[in-house]
């Protein structure tokens, strides 16, 4: 396995870091799915070390595997759109360096977690629009995410997170343009949604929000809420359990349910 970091600009601390399959002799034109994890940590930062453990989940079931580290609100403010361009340049480069890195162009997907699921689930809303590829620098046709899947995922700002006096303020100036159950059309890619029903941090309002507005855009989705679990979960196992109710089995679930979804869908 190789493992890349590229960086997303020089203006930027924003950087993809990728766990690449490299060449099989025996079948030197093999190509593969590919993935970007965006992590979350509240737009103040990632947790490095759980982005990576996911990375390494997709790259076990073939995956070229990456994560997103964008920018955070100490660095840029308001903050968005810039992890939504980020992302983008991100998708870009996959398709850029798609022979170098034994990406089959057709087959990539994001998988967004807490406020990365809100990057993402944005991203759904707006990758086609010409503002995003012309802030990324890249033509728009190279932009489109075949698949998104969502854990946990912030949806909008009206859904009961932030909740903390100020932070709001610190995303955005435009509330309205990141609540992403707004903007969702025909355009959206499938989409997976997991959440907990009694998520303590971000509610599952902002699961059924988004999933209903893909329903009603006629968008292809599943969702999948269990009953109990607490915020950040990841993988709800013992690689990625932050304390002991975060060793969930049952919610761990969702990443078999997953792949099988990506087999489909992809």
Do not use: C
């Amino acid at each position: 396995m190789q493992i890349i970091k590229e960086s997303l600009g020089s203006d930027t601390a924003a950087y993809l870091q990728g766990y690449l399959r490299e060449t099989d002799p025996e079948n030197p034109d093999q190509t593969y799915p590919a993935i970007i994890v965006v992590p979350g940590g509240s737009y103040t930062h990632i947790p490095e070390q759980q982005s990576e453990t996911l990375a390494m989940a997709f790259a076990n079931m073939g995956y070229q595997a990456f994560y997103l580290r964008y920018s955070f609100v100490d660095e840029k403010q308001p903050l968005h759109p810039a992890p939504l361009v980020e992302l983008a340049k991100s998708v870009a480069l996959l398709r850029q360096k798609a022979a170098d890195w034994l990406i089959d162009p057709e087959r990539i997907a994001i998988a967004g977690f807490s406020v990365g699921g809100h990057v993402a689930a944005l991203y759904n809303d707006y990758w086609h629009s010409e503002w995003l590829a012309k802030k990324a620098g890249v033509a728009a046709d190279s932009l489109q995410p075949q698949a998104v899947l969502l854990g946990y995922p912030v949806i909008s700002p009206k859904l009961g997170f932030p909740v903390k006096e100020g932070m709001l303020e610190q995303w955005t100036d435009d509330p309205d343009a990141i609540a992403a159950d707004e903007h969702v059309s025909e355009q959206n890619a499938p989409t997976f949604i997991w959440a907990t029903a009694d998520d303590p941090l971000v509610p599952s309002a902002n699961s059924l929000a988004y999933a209903s507005a893909l329903s009603q855009a006629h968008v292809p989705l599943e969702l999948h809420v269990f009953r109990h679990g607490p915020h950040g979960l990841a993988l709800a196992n013992h690689l990625t359990a932050w304390k002991r109710d975060a060793n969930q089995p049952h919610v761990a679930h969702w990443l078999k349910l997953a792949e099988e979804w990506l087999n489909a869908t992809l």
